[in-house]
């Protein structure tokens, strides 16, 4: 794009009043919907505006040679956030963006609400799908535009930055819902199988918007101070912990499902997963699931070695798309509930009665903690690709550290749990070289279009629990590997072994062996004692949420080495890294 062809703003010029208060009334500034009038004949009628000069064979062309030789090595054109771009360019990357999260929006509602959290009916779990994409689309959008507030503070990034639900609440949630239906305070039948709980997912709701205000409070500490309190070291075995145990959660689907058929009965309901009036059933593990659930993976494989840079960003959705036709195909969906549902639907078209759950606010803690660093790493790798100012990557970083905190104070009042920054379209970014902020309005619209079709939603909730399970534990298993890419910037010296071994002794415990700690504190007491207690046996038997508290005090109570000691140390480990 030519120059003169981009848009560019900034933030503040000091000579605007003065300007204006001299000007002439043909010098003032035109009304803003005169400008955004003239911006929609220029895309829709001129070819500049519509189409542009951009290689658009660069995002559909496949990565297989002789298609792809012309593309070696080809520099694409630079479009920063305010740079003006085509109505196609900019509808094709929306697409793009809005595939790259579609896997990890629909994720969480899944798992939360599904067979292994509180049991809800499809019906509702395709409400929450809904409603997670809608407000994925709204909040991003508000992410992207940057408001002033007040006092140099900002809400949002300015940046094509994007959110959904974290995975961070998904092992909180999970292991808030196995004590409350252990406790029998959410019903189950005279077989002990859970019947659904909306009682419990609505005090996880309640409990969520208020503690999450701890983050607001959290974000609006400068970067560099956050940065001290929650080291490279401590994120990453946070992030590992995370993947680990969601790993489990997916491949469990794929086998076949986390519902009771895991137990393979010889009869009864449950004698096949999902239970034996779906169609196709088989027990749990059996081939025909994990040959579904390998289709899945395999698409996204072929996808990533093959496919055109439009596709590869999208490969998660691709393969989700190929497993469901093959379900499809083979009889392994049941369409009558994707015919019932209505053709549009909204947020608060379903509700859960809020509550508090005490037992949440010490594991809901630890959530604020972690995607609240989460997201610090996530805008300054936006901002790193972006090629934003320097200067202003401070006041972007606490602007999308207050969203995101904003946010995960609002979902739970539109009935879906908290949010986070979405790390995937960093990479869209870094591979199309389009940074315009006008991409993803493009992806905002699209996110909330799937979300007001409900039947979208339904059809997810119609798939094959061995579908969702190929596609989610290839997902999962991305966090572990974003954790283990944390880890691999820490400066490993003899401290920093410590700290990890002394928080890991926990954390691995939780993963290899989840109950070991179930009997640490007898039942019994009062009803704010007994909350306490389960509070702190869901903070021990997560294990991401000990690895958190525990590394957080490890970190601010051992001592820096004495400089001699740490030379030592780092001649000792394999290689120098930055903490």
Not at 249 to 260: L, M, V, Y
Not at 306 to 331: D, E
Not at 437 to 462: E, I, K, M, Q, T
Not at 518 to 535: F, N, R
Request: proline letters at 6%; one cysteine or more; charged letters at 15%.
């Amino acid at each position: 794009m030519d120059d003169d062809s981009r848009h560019h703003y900034t933030d503040t010029d000091s000579s605007v009043q003065d300007k204006m208060s001299t000007a002439s009334p043909e010098q003032l500034p035109r009304p803003w919907y005169k400008g955004a009038l003239d911006e929609a004949k220029f895309l829709l009628a001129t070819k500049e505006g519509l189409v542009g000069d951009y290689d658009y064979a660069y995002l559909l062309t496949p990565d297989i040679y002789p298609f792809n030789k012309k593309f070696k090595g080809r520099a694409q054109p630079f479009f920063g956030i305010d740079d003006r771009i085509p109505l196609l360019l900019t509808l094709l990357l929306g697409i793009q963006h809005a595939l790259a999260m579609i896997g990890g929006v629909v994720s969480p509602p899944l798992l939360v609400a599904g067979a292994a959290g509180a049991n809800l009916s499809d019906a509702d779990i395709s409400y929450l799908i809904s409603a997670s994409l809608i407000l994925s689309g709204v909040f991003s959008l508000f992410q992207i535009i940057r408001i002033p507030l007040f006092g140099g503070l900002y809400l949002g990034t300015g940046m094509l930055t994007v959110v959904g639900e974290a995975f961070a609440i998904v092992p909180v949630a999970q292991g808030f819902f196995r004590t409350e239906y252990a406790a029998g305070r959410c019903p189950s039948n005279a077989a002990g199988d859970r019947l659904p709980c909306p009682a419990a997912y609505g005090k996880l709701l309640g409990t969520t918007s208020l503690v999450m205000v701890f983050q607001i409070a959290l974000s609006l500490i400068r970067p560099r101070t956050l940065k001290r309190m929650f080291p490279n070291l401590v994120t990453g075995m946070v992030v590992v912990c995370i993947g680990m145990s969601l790993v489990s959660s997916g491949i469990k689907s794929w086998a076949g499902g986390a519902g009771p058929c895991m137990a393979r009965p010889d009869s009864g309901f449950f004698a096949a997963c999902p239970n034996t009036a779906a169609p196709h059933p088989h027990p749990w593990g059996h081939p025909a699931f994990l040959g579904l659930g390998f289709s899945v993976y395999a698409t996204i494989l072929i996808t990533e070695l093959w496919g055109s840079p439009l596709l590869r960003n999208g490969s998660v959705a691709l393969g989700l798309l190929v497993g469901a036709s093959i379900a499809g195909a083979t009889g392994y969906i049941d369409t009558s509930a994707i015919s019932a549902a209505p053709a549009g639907t909204f947020l608060w078209t379903t509700t859960f009665p809020l509550g508090l759950a005490p037992s949440l606010v010490l594991p809901l803690v630890a959530c604020c903690i972690t995607t609240l660093v989460s997201c610090l790493g996530d805008v300054v790798a936006t901002a790193d690709v972006s090629d934003v100012d320097p200067a202003t990557v401070d006041t972007r970083i606490q602007g999308g550290l207050t969203a995101d905190a904003l946010w995960s104070v609002l979902s739970p009042l539109c009935t879906t749990t908290p949010t986070v920054c979405f790390a995937q379209n960093v990479g869209v970014i870094a591979l199309t070289n389009c940074a315009s902020r006008r991409a993803g309005y493009a992806c905002c619209f699209f996110l909330v279009l799937a979300g007001v079709a409900a039947r979208f939603g339904a059809a997810v909730v119609a798939l094959p629990d061995a579908v969702i399970g190929g596609m989610t534990t290839f997902l999962f298993t991305s966090i572990v590997t974003s954790g283990l890419r944390i880890l691999a910037k820490v400066r490993w010296t003899r401290r920093s072994r410590f700290i990890a071994t002394a928080t890991l002794v926990f954390g691995l415990s939780d993963l290899v062996a989840p109950d070991w700690a179930l009997y640490l504190l007898p039942p019994g007491g009062g009803a704010g004692l007994q909350g306490l207690k389960d509070g702190v046996g869901i903070v021990v038997r997560t294990s991401y949420c000990i690895v958190a508290f525990v590394g957080v005090f490890l970190n601010a109570v051992l001592p820096e080495e004495p400089e001699a000691e740490r030379r030592v140390s780092l001649s000792l480990s394999d290689g120098r890294r930055e903490d």
